[in-house]
């Protein structure tokens, strides 16, 4: 989906549902930024994440062919690309899990 999109869906979930939480999370390990809405739609409760990280360019493979050695993958971020996710949830009852 489209960057431009996702405050368009915001501000559309805000106006017809009961918005419960709104966040924004930070992982600063990953450089990854991660927006979520939980809200009561019309399938039961709901959340919708929209996470936004880096673009990977490279990635480099340290490893040795003998057997228990341990492998290292680097990787080479951009850094004024970023790649975006969208993601639809919807609690479980029975599982009480998101899925």
């Known amino acids: 989906m489209h960057p431009d999109k996702w405050p368009e869906i915001r501000e559309k979930i805000k106006s017809s549902f009961v918005v419960a939480s709104e966040r924004l999370e930070k992982d600063e390990e990953r450089s990854e930024q991660t927006e ?26 340290h490893y040795s062919n003998r057997i228990g050695s341990n492998v290292q993958v680097d990787y080479v971020y ?20 998101w899925q």
């Open 78 to 97: 951009s850094p004024d690309e970023l790649t975006h996710t969208f993601k639809v949830y919807q609690w479980d009852q029975a599982r009480e899990d």
């Open 36 to 61: 979520i809405l939980e809200f009561q739609g019309p399938l039961g409760k709901m959340k919708v994440e929209w996470i936004s990280r880096p673009k990977v360019l490279n990635t480099k493979t």
